[in-house]
Nanobody, 121 residues
């Protein structure tokens, strides 16, 4: 059994910063790509940023230069440092992972419950 747990969401003023953390636990053999997604009310879920096991990153154009994704493979953890936040960044942020369990079964889409980010003055 595997689960992803996010933390770090909250209320922040425009221009502020937040750091999200997502930790995977359970019978994990290895984790390939990990990513952060977000879904605002009335909108579809979108990819914010992703990072491969070797550290290759990909960002949505809307967050380039403001957000930074990183990971600690030893801790099965991925981070999202968000800076210069805008009201349009407000959403539920979820962590997703493509992983392999200890019985060598691949689960390409494992999701966390999400953490709410509110950007408002």
């Amino acid at each position: 059994q595997v689960q992803l747990v996010e933390s770090g969401g909250g209320l922040v003023q425009p221009g502020g910063s937040l750091r999200l953390t997502c930790t995977a636990s359970g019978t994990i053999f290895s984790i390939n790509t990990m990513g952060w997604y977000r879904q605002a009310p009335g909108k579809e879920r979108e990819l914010v940023a992703s990072i491969t096991r070797t550290g290759n990153t990909n960002y949505a154009d809307s967050v380039k230069g403001r957000f930074t994704i990183s990971r600690d493979n030893a801790k099965n953890t991925v981070y999202l440092q968000m800076s210069r936040l805008k009201p349009e960044d407000a959403a539920v942020y979820s962590c997703g992972a493509d992983l392999i369990t200890t019985d060598f079964v691949r689960y390409p889409e494992v999701w966390g419950q999400g953490t709410l980010v509110t950007v408002s003055s």
